[in-house]
């Protein structure tokens, strides 16, 4: 290699460093991140990826040190034993071979006992014990020295003070997360956004930047958590396992995490990362990822650890669901309703595997108050099926050209005066025939949810309606062949296509058939509901709210909307139509009218400990009387009940004031609801 591309590499990795290194210091000590950190990450690993091929590695590199140094605003705290990261892990692939590297190091063909526990996205803490009195509580810092932060961390109400008991060392360091509920963040922010005060970015940030502040009684208001996973020095007793040591700490009433499972092998590992995975959308909490540690210490170790990490240990990383990217332009989308929705159209971003490239931005309240503006870079988040929406924006990366995108004053579609209603946050073209309301209500009518015609997406409902061949889902069935033929995009095949998807619809299912007409407020499954409980169509005509009211989970609202549809005599002319043109509607889904609201309707319970019944038997119970039964605590359960040998989940609701109840106690609440 010639001199020139030495320097050149040289170069880039100085660069490399300085970059990330500044990253690091906005997340760790401001705890205000300007890059997500799917893009902290690929900057990471490029660089390791150049020290690792060149053997150039600068001492401030990111890839020598775990966290940065704490601020000088805090007392300091030397770890006795250093606090470190997690080697990540991607994929399935990648946890084998840490498998392996674990079985190599240590030596043994057989199967290692792991335990599996998820991810907390939180701030590591250090809490250190003399002779059962909690004495000082730290943070992580840059792993050896961390900030003094015992008064604060002494305002989370689930942090025991003292742990009693025969079994209590002289002294422990206790490690684990504190973190915040996803709720209680949204409900920070949209405080803080009233308040004109910066928002922050995600759950992890804002729990560290509850702690790392001097003021306790901010610690104190924001509801803080703690999930115990971890010991540095113990004296005056011993652990042998992990698994061992969550039980001694839950016993000592420490809050642990929601799951921990002890298994053998790494095969037994995936299963238990894929059940997280599948659970952690309940949780309340972020979870990013699942934590693989070797279950016997002795052979922790044994392996020993790196710079940064331990080798006993590893976290395997589930797809992020947020992201940082930039707001291209911001456009007016009408809808079916009328009503005008600004969508964000943006750089387009790999958010969990997909790409995402537009967002709701959902009002212009909404606008105003994050202060979004054309040219933006914002922290998009994409949770599960939910469309795309910015959480906030960075502000820091503003150059002074982003615009503020007004309110629009005609609909950008048909020239209509838009309206804004009396204590409504929508705008709304009132437009009668406004195309894009009716070339909406045509395309949701084709939707695949509602009578899934295939071939009548938005660019042919589009051609059609300029040709005048549509104006009203009803004359989707008037359409002939011969109409299609000759038009863009139309041969013989295609016109016959369409032709049999509009014929094939004809035989819907009463659901499907009240989706599709687009009743205000009216979803899927409020039309699934109505369905199990109105056997033909012809019964809705003239209905009373009153009746549609009765409907488990139908509220106020829906009742209401669906009764002046189906007493609307225009309306059930169209229907009348239908009919005639051929529309056939069975309903499987009816179930009679015994779908009427239960007596635990509205209430969310969750279950802990061992109950007189399987838990099963119990969860069904609660369901067929109109209850939610839900897997994990959180500020929407209502009764948690409580059996023998309870778990962390009886802590948890102590701490946010969830009433718990025994089996006995479930029983009565049910007798007199029934009433
Ligand atoms: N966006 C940015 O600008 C930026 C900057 C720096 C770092 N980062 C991100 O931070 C991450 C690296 O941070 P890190 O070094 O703190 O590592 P990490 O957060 O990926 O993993 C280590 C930490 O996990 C925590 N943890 C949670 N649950 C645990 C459990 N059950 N058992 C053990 N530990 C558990 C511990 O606090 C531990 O210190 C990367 O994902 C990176 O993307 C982002
Ligand atoms: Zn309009």
Same mark, same amino acid.
């Given at each position: ?5 030495? @320097? ?70 030397? #770890? ?61 810092? *840059? ?9 604060? /961390?002494?305002?989370?109400?689930? &942090? ?30 949209? +405080? ?32 803080? #958590?703690? $999930? ?41 590992? /995936? ?55 930039? =707001? ?18 943006? !750089?387009?971003?790999? /958010?969990?595997?997909?790409? &995402? ?19 933006? %870079? ?10 795309? #929406? ?54 949701? %009518? $084709? ?27 009803? *004359? /989707? ?12 995009? %139309?041969? !013989? ?30 979803? @899927?499954?409020?039309?699934?509901? =109505?369905?199990?409980?109105? @056997? ?13 009211? !009765?409907?488990?989970?139908?509220? +106020? ?8 549809? %189906?007493?609307?005599? @225009? ?72 059996? +023998? ?23 009565? =609440? ?6």
């Amino acid at each position: 290699m010639t001199k020139r591309m030495t @320097e050149d590499i040289k170069k880039e990795i100085e660069r490399l460093v300085k970059e990330l290194n500044y990253h690091c210091y906005r997340y760790y000590v401001m705890d205000s991140p300007v890059i997500s950190d799917e893009e902290y990450d690929r900057l990471y690993f490029k660089l390791k990826e150049l020290e690792g091929k060149y053997g150039i590695v600068l001492p401030d590199s990111p890839t020598q040190r775990v966290g940065a140094p704490p601020l000088d605003k805090f007392e300091k705290v030397r #770890h006795k034993e250093p606090m470190l990261s997690l080697d990540n892990a991607f994929s399935y692939d990648e946890l084998m071979e840490f498998d392996k590297r674990v079985r190599r190091l240590i030596g043994t063909q057989n199967e290692i006992e792991y335990t599996v526990e998820p991810k907390y996205d939180g701030l590591a803490i250090e809490l250190t014990y003399k002779n059962g009195l909690l004495y000082k509580a730290s943070t992580r810092g *840059d792993g050896y020295e961390g900030e003094d932060v015992t008064l604060n /961390i002494k305002t989370i109400k689930s &942090v025991p003070l003292k742990i009693e008991g025969a079994n209590i060392p002289d002294e422990i360091d206790i490690r684990g997360e504190v973190y915040m509920d996803i709720e209680d963040f949204e409900r920070l922010n949209r +405080e803080r956004q009233q308040k004109g005060e910066p928002l922050f970015a995600n759950p992890r940030n804002a729990a560290a930047g509850s702690v790392r502040q001097l003021d306790s009684s901010i610690t104190a208001s924001r509801k803080l #958590h703690l $999930a115990c996973y971890g010991v540095g020095t113990v004296k005056g007793m011993e652990f042998k396992t992990q698994f061992e040591l969550i039980k001694w700490l839950e016993e000592m009433r420490f809050p642990i995490p929601e799951i921990v499972r002890l298994v053998i092998g790494i095969n037994r590992v /995936i299963d238990a990362v894929k059940e997280i995975e599948e659970k952690r959308m309940s949780f309340p909490f972020e979870t990013d990822g699942a934590v693989v540690k070797v279950n016997d210490f002795r052979l922790q170790s044994l392996l020993g650890v790196k710079t940064r990490e331990p080798r006993w240990a590893i976290a395997y990383k589930y797809p992020a669901h947020q992201g940082i990217t930039r =707001i291209k332009e911001i456009l007016p989308s009408v809808g079916r309703t009328g009503v005008i929705t600004p969508v964000a159209i943006l !750089e387009p971003v790999k /958010i969990g595997g997909v790409t &995402v490239s537009r967002s709701t931005l959902h009002n212009w309240d909404e606008i105003e108050r994050k202060d979004i503006r054309v040219g933006d %870079f914002v922290v998009v988040e994409r949770a599960g099926e939910v469309i795309p #929406h910015v959480v906030t924006v960075i502000k820091e990366r503003r150059t002074g050209k982003e615009k503020v995108f007004p309110m629009p004053e005609k609909c950008p579609v048909c020239g209509s005066k838009v309206v804004r209603e009396e204590g409504e946050v929508a705008v709304r073209c009132i437009g009668l025939d406004c195309p894009a309301q009716v070339q909406e209500r045509i395309r949701h %009518f $084709a939707s695949r949810a509602a009578m899934d015609i295939e071939g009548l997406g938005e660019k042919n409902v589009e051609l059609l309606y300029s040709k005048g061949l549509i104006s009203h889902f009803i *004359d /989707i069935y008037r359409l002939k062949k011969e109409d299609l033929l000759g038009l863009p995009r %139309f041969a !013989e095949k295609s016109a016959q296509n369409l032709i049999d998807a509009i014929e094939k619809s004809k035989h819907a299912t009463l659901s499907k058939f009240i989706y599709a007409l687009g009743i205000m407020h009216v979803g @899927e499954y409020a039309a699934r509901l =109505i369905a199990e409980n109105f @056997e033909r169509l012809e019964d809705l005509y003239h209905v009373k709210p009153e009746r549609i009211k !009765e409907i488990r989970q139908i509220g +106020e609202k829906i009742a209401h909307s669906v009764a002046t549809f %189906f007493n609307d005599l @225009e309306n059930i002319k169209t229907l009348e139509k239908l009919k005639a043109l051929g529309l056939k509607i069975t309903n499987p889904d009816f179930k009679g009218r015994g779908q009427m609201k239960g007596p635990l309707d509205g209430l969310t319970f969750v279950i802990t400990g061992s109950l007189p019944k399987p838990r099963k038997e119990i969860e069904d119970l609660i369901e067929s009387l109109g209850g939610h039964a839900s897997s994990s605590v959180s500020r929407m359960t209502d009764y948690l009940v409580v059996g +023998e040998e309870p778990g962390s989940k009886l802590q948890k609701a102590k701490s946010i004031g969830v009433k718990t109840v025994s089996y006995e106690e479930l029983l009565k =609440i049910i007798e007199q609801r029934k009433k």
